[in-house]
């Protein structure tokens, strides 16, 4: 498989730990932010295992730059992903289900109804972006579900990243305030560089 880089691996121990009750289960999972596909690998190899587990994605695939989007035309990253997703011998109807665009604009459109066991957010970092998301996942995950806020700490206690350098960068501000207006609702169950909520009720 085709990496340029490794954002993901160092969260395997507990995703692991946390995810673990879900593996050969048949459940729904959505990733926004799905970018070249590793983490996306991972879950199907350790997670998805069940023959009837489904995962959607959701990316620009255009790395948030230069790219023109477009559903006419596939960037380096959208091949990318789909021939890493493809070595799995997983065909992306089969399994993976692609939306390619954004995510505050395909939340949007999926009907409102509870179908995810959990939801993986790693799309833009920008505040305001990570509150969208999260907010319009809340509705479609289930009593029980998890969500999994990648980067967390992002830009903060040692992960600074250049250029980013004000609060509303970064999505920890984010997090922090859907957490406060969700609390009746939700349990915090991790919080390190990753954080991950579970849904106590609807």
């Given at each position: 498989?085709?990496?340029?880089?490794?954002?993901?691996?160092?969260?395997?121990?507990?995703?692991?730990?946390?995810?673990?009750?879900?593996k050969?289960?048949?459940?729904?999972?959505?990733?926004?932010?799905?970018?070249?596909?590793?983490?996306?690998?991972?879950?199907?190899?350790?997670?998805?295992?069940?023959?009837?587990?489904?995962?959607?994605?959701?990316?620009?695939?255009?790395?948030?730059?230069?790219?023109?989007?477009?559903?006419?035309?596939?960037?380096?990253?959208?091949?990318?992903?789909?021939?890493?997703?493809?070595?799995?011998?997983?065909?992306?109807?089969?399994?993976?289900?692609?939306?390619?665009?954004?995510?505050r604009?395909?939340?949007?459109?999926?009907?409102?109804?509870?179908?995810?066991?959990?939801?993986?957010?790693?799309?833009?970092?920008?505040?305001?972006?990570?509150?969208?998301?999260?907010?319009?996942?809340?509705?479609?995950?289930?009593?029980?579900?998890?969500?999994?806020f990648?980067?967390?700490?992002w830009?903060?206690?040692?992960?600074?990243?250049?250029?980013?350098?004000?609060?509303?960068?970064?999505?920890?501000?984010a997090?922090?305030?859907?957490?406060?207006?969700?609390?009746?609702?939700?349990?915090?169950?991790?919080?390190?560089?990753?954080?991950?909520?579970?849904?106590?009720?609807?």
């Amino acid at each position: 498989m085709k990496f340029t880089a490794d954002w993901f691996s160092h969260n395997i121990p507990h995703l692991e730990k946390y995810l673990e009750p879900y593996k050969s289960e048949e459940i729904r999972f959505l990733e926004i932010g799905c970018n070249e596909g590793r983490s996306t690998v991972w879950f199907l190899q350790n997670i998805l295992t069940n023959k009837a587990s489904k995962i959607d994605v959701i990316d620009t695939f255009n790395n948030g730059a230069n790219y023109e989007l477009s559903n006419d035309k596939i960037s380096p990253m959208e091949k990318t992903f789909r021939n890493n997703v493809k070595e799995l011998g997983i065909e992306s109807t089969e399994k993976v289900s692609m939306h390619k665009g954004f995510s505050r604009e395909i939340l949007r459109n999926m009907k409102l109804h509870p179908i995810y066991d959990v939801i993986y957010i790693d799309g833009s970092h920008i505040a305001s972006s990570v509150m969208e998301d999260a907010v319009l996942s809340w509705g479609l995950l289930k009593e029980d579900g998890l969500i999994v806020f990648d980067d967390y700490q992002w830009g903060y206690n040692g992960y600074e990243w250049p250029g980013f350098t004000e609060d509303y960068q970064k999505p920890k501000i984010a997090i922090d305030a859907f957490i406060k207006c969700y609390t009746p609702s939700l349990d915090v169950i991790y919080s390190e560089y990753q954080l991950i909520i579970r849904k106590t009720r609807t």
